[in-house]
């Protein structure tokens, strides 16, 4: 899909479904000449044709056609439901996250990026991927709403604070691309960008180990978790525990008391860690405390990411696959490995037990 | 008015009557205490030009901030009020009142045949709230200005910008009744003041326009004004409301506020459609084609218009399938407006189509309408809008749409009622050469922002990578063009006031009803209150009006 390249005033085609948004875009632009042409036509064939010939001459008695009219609803409306659907489609591929892929965390603050690997480097303004592999962003902010806009790479999304929302793309070529905040944010808007670099698995492993440093976030969230935070206090310890169990909680359906059900998903545990009282699990007195204010966005991110790796088979997470404590180990045999983990299949039953819809940005269905 | 001030407003055929509305009376308070439906919009005229030459520089500054990359007009703080308050001034304070508030006002009666408006007083109330509306946005101008956008979005608006927001959002809260107390006028007189005779299906599409957009005007302005208020409050009381870190959610704002501008930019195009149905049709001297169904496209839009909100949220977390349901409505919206370019073309077929300014604006009406429709298109597709929203491509659609639609339609139908409002007629030259300038300046200053957006250039951006340059360059130096073509009218419209030639009652030789009374009306419209006995835009032998014997005279005179 390489054949637009030489179309002057063009972004590169840098993703796997950019050559489905730049044919979305050609049709249109073949639809409105299909339209634009008849009519301007027509103008021009009647401005000529009928000018006045005489000063205040009456034109003829004309007052409708009732078949001209139907013509011209239909085959507007048939047009665009083509386009409708051409537009579905491929929001869906590019609002869909796959299973697999290696996660990055982006945390947005006025006026800058702040990223980090689940290997544990972190970047500013600037991100890392490697060609041809799934690259899923979880993403918020610390303060309002920015965008995290990829033009060459033909998405973008919102981030918006208090919750997490998604973007993914497979980058297709080695290269440097634009990042562009996209959502106006204030003062320096228009200076939160940054660039993203492409590269082959080779030169990204060669940058990832001259770069390695720190801990993975599901290390870090172990850590806040078992030491900093005391979380382990009431949420370990097996039958006596008196938090809820996190163990497989994971897009599970969870039974709030009061009523109601919610799927576990990213979401739904950083919200009861923010905000413990509003939804209370069934069986469990509110007693936990708000953390809401004494964490950072880079803290919830960690926790969230070490409690969804106590789920075997989660997603997104280097060192959970098949592991319910992750071993620091999984995560030194490189990123290679720990997304080759992260590749194994979703279990058979993930399909059934997340109701569709809960929550739009999680991968409702395993099919990708 | 006695009987020798009637003899006095029934030169039917040429001259300005010795007394009319403008004359009546003329002491200051005469007009600041009117209640007649015209002299309010003489006085909306002004007031929404004040408002468009403010907006206008702005639009300027901005331009030329763009000509290079780098913030170097303007550090990024100033820019980012700069263009917040270019769209203040000009959506609220000049899009939404412009034909509605000047046009309407003044037409609407003496097309329905009656004297007035059904409120007069609530109309001069509308006028006053808007001025204090108006001034209060000054002000906040003046203290400091906004920077959150015209959008507003939080919790930037709410918690983080140290702006004069609290002002400015409660100058649009008060604004908002002034449109409310507008449409609500328009929707009682339009139901009950028409003429003996005038029934639903005779009425001129510029009213059938303006129904649907009163009805849009009462259901969506109180939203839009609660919304705003909210912001208010959240800031002065710190209520959690739309900021996530006090309990709100932002996404809610961005439904209650795409919820009236979304169909706030239906209020602003669907009066210019009404005007541009009267120019196709007047000036190619044929009935319009398919009535019913432009007058019915109107109502199907203002209904569909409040169903397409969530199409600004499409990459915002609104979920997906919601964004199915948007993107389906919005194509659904896409028909009727395709039926009016149909119409109005099909009706130029075998007319006797006559090329005076206000049918170049009415032309040029159709051109960039056109342009601004096919790429809403392009929006409403969800995956392409993925790519597009929040780049130039957005801010080059709504010109197209705002200015190249409503804009174009307002100067076209002030080209072609301004005879009938003062009496006199400006210089078709020179108004020839406007319409040209506003088109081809137009063409130049947005269409390059398409490209602009496609290749991924942000919006809302003070400065901007190098290679964007070159087409801001093009659209810096098509913005002079336009600038200069829609300043003209200010002069030559001014200068017709005093030394333009008298237009006479029908300049035109039109059958609608406001030019069978005199140029200017006389305060109460028609010396005899008409009834009416022919099909809208009749120009046979049904009219009423003998155009055949006017026909000879006018040739007669021109012998002369």
Known sequence: ?368 | MNAQEATAATSYGGGIPRINYLNAKTTLASWLLTKDHKRIAIMYLISVSVFFLIGGTFAATIRLELLTPASDLLETGTYNKVFTEHGIMMIFFFLIPSIPAVLGNFLIPIMIGAKDLALPRINLVSLYIYWIAGALALYGLMVGGVDTGWTFYTPYSTTFSNTYVEIVGIAIFINGFSSILTGLNFIVTIHTMRAPGMTWFRLPLFVWGHYAVSLVMVLGTPVIAITLLLVAIERFARVGIFDPAIGGDPILFQHLFWFYSHPAVYIMVLPGMGVVSELISNFSRKKIFGYEFIAFSSIAIAVFGFLVWGHHLFVSGQSPYAGMVFSFLTMVVAVPSAIKMFNWTATMYKGSIHFDTPMLYGLGFMGLFLIGGLTGLFLGALGLDVHLTDTYFVVAHFHYVMVGGQVVAYLGGLHYWWPKMTGRMYSEFWGKVSAMLVFVGFNLTFFPQFLLGYQGMPRRYAAYPPEFQVLNIFSTAGASVLGIGMLMPVIYFLHSLWWGKEAGDNPWLLPGLEWRTSSPPPTENFLTPPIVTWEPYEFGEGSGLELEAERRREAERAAV
């Open chain 1, 1 to 368: 899909m390489e054949t637009t390249n030489w179309v002057p005033l063009f972004p590169e085609q840098a993703s796997t479904f950019a050559w489905q948004v730049d044919s979305l875009y050609f049709y249109l632009v073949a639809v409105s000449i299909a339209f634009t042409i008849p009519i301007v036509l027509a103008i021009f064939i009647f401005a000529m044709k009928y000018r006045a010939k005489e000063k205040y001459g009456s034109g003829a008695e004309i007052h409708g056609s009732m078949v001209l009219e139907t013509t011209w609803s239909i085959i507007p409306f048939i047009v665009s439901m083509t386009i409708f659907l051409g537009g579905a489609i491929v929001f869906f591929n590019q609002y869909t996250p796959p299973e697999n892929g290696m996660t990055v965390y982006v945390v947005g603050k006025q006026w800058m990026w702040k990223l980090q690997h689940e290997t544990g480097q972190r970047e500013i303004n600037e991100l890392h991927v490697p060609v041809g592999r799934n690259i899923k962003l979880i993403m918020t902010t610390e303060d309002v709403i920015h965008d995290f806009g990829l033009p060459e790479f033909r998405t973008k999304a919102d981030i918006v604070p208090g919750r997490y929302t998604y973007l993914w793309f497979q980058a297709t070529k080695p290269g440097k691309y634009h990042l562009f905040c996209q959502e106006y944010c204030g003062l320096n808007h228009s200076g939160m960008g940054g660039w993203v670099y492409v590269m082959e698995q080779k030169d990204f492993d060669a940058w990832l180990s001259g770069n390695a440093s720190g801990q993975t976030p599901v290390e870090m969230g172990k850590d806040l978790f078992e030491n900093k935070l005391g979380c382990a206090s009431c949420h370990a310890g097996g039958p006596q525990q008196r938090g809820a169990k996190l163990e497989g909680l994971y897009m599970s359906t969870v039974h709030l008391t009061g009523g109601g059900t919610v799927v576990a998903d990213d979401n739904y545990i950083r919200n009861s860690i923010e905000n413990p009282a509003s939804q209370v699990v069934e069986g469990y007195q509110p007693i936990m405390p708000t953390f809401k204010g004494q964490v950072t966005e880079e803290q919830l991110n960690a926790l969230v990411a070490y409690v969804k790796s106590l789920t075997p088979g989660a997603p997104t997470s280097s060192s959970s696959a098949g592991s319910a404590a992750p071993s620091p180990a999984a995560n030194t045999a490189g990123a290679a490995a720990g997304a080759a983990n992260s590749m194994a299949p979703p279990k058979a039953d993930r399909g059934k037990r997340t109701a569709p819809g809960s929550n739009p940005n999680t991968p409702a269905n395993s099919n990708r």
